[in-house]
């Protein structure tokens, strides 16, 4: 079975500035696929980014890049510029694509806080 | 586009009675809806798989019989929870899979979760 890790329970960041959040994960798949999901307090979960394993070039969307390192097993999210509204829980999911009832694994999330 | 929608948002019901949570999706046709759980300030626990028009697949430790759930066309899915108790009290939350196509993604949509209080 997959497992996710969120080492990091909340962090804050200042309004502009750049953070990073970790994620690791353990599989024995070759392929799949991670993801970054925001839940901010409205509780609606939101897909930040989206990232192939079998593609090495890194997802950017906007603000949101990703560091994958496959062989470490690792998913890092970077928000650049950070705003008020990045305020919210970040989720790192693991998938299995085994057509439409691929499943996601959450890792416990990332309480970000962004500040003035 | 790829909107789902939840009803209801929020539900206060009595110790031994049933509650009803409908999944849509709006502009898509979904094979496979998921019911997830989550508690407070926890992250979400997948509670079963839903198929149209074949029997929901639950995980492990997921009461089959307490949590009802049917997926009767392509843009409904179900969840029933039966004889509710308040540990049953929690955020339900349900995701669609659309159709696969050329360029399918893998990508789940949400709802925006129903919470349910059982007193």
């Known amino acids: 079975a997959q497992t996710v890790t969120q080492s990091q329970p909340e962090m804050s960041v200042q309004d502009a500035e750049t953070v990073t959040l970790s994620c690791t994960y353990d599989?024995?798949?070759?392929?799949?696929?991670l993801f970054w999901y925001k839940q901010p307090p409205s509780r609606q979960m939101i897909l930040v980014i989206r990232?192939?394993?079998?593609?090495?070039q890194n997802a950017t969307e906007n603000r949101f890049s990703v560091n994958f390192q496959k062989a470490a097993k690792s998913f890092s999210l970077k928000i650049s510029d950070s705003q008020l509204g990045d305020t919210a829980m970040y989720f790192c999911?693991?998938?299995?694509?085994?057509?439409?009832?691929?499943?996601?694994?959450f890792g416990t999330g990332t309480r970000l806080q962004v500040t003035l | 586009g790829a909107v789902v929608s939840q009803h209801p948002s929020w539900v206060i019901c009595k110790s031994g009675t049933s509650v009803k949570i409908e999944c849509r999706s709006l502009?898509?046709?979904?094979?496979?809806m998921f019911w997830y759980r989550q508690f407070p300030k926890q992250s979400l626990m997948l509670m079963a798989t839903?198929?149209?028009?074949?029997?929901?697949?639950?995980e492990q430790g997921v009461e089959k019989d307490k949590f009802l759930i049917n997926h009767a066309s392509l843009t409904l899915s179900t969840l029933t929870v039966t004889s509710a108790h308040p540990e049953d009290s929690s955020f339900y939350i349900c995701?669609?899979?659309?159709?696969?196509?050329?360029?399918?993604?893998?990508?789940?949509?949400f709802g925006p979760g129903t919470r349910l209080t059982v007193t």
């Open positions: 599989t024995s798949e070759n392929n799949y696929y």
């Open positions: 502009d898509f046709q979904a094979t496979t």
């Open positions: 995701s669609a899979s659309p159709l696969r196509t050329e360029n399918y993604s893998y990508e789940q949509y």
């Open positions: 839903s198929n149209e028009g074949s029997k929901a697949t639950y």
């Open positions: 990232q192939e394993a079998y593609k090495q």
């Open positions: 999911a693991f998938m299995k694509p085994t057509g439409t009832a691929s499943k996601l694994t």
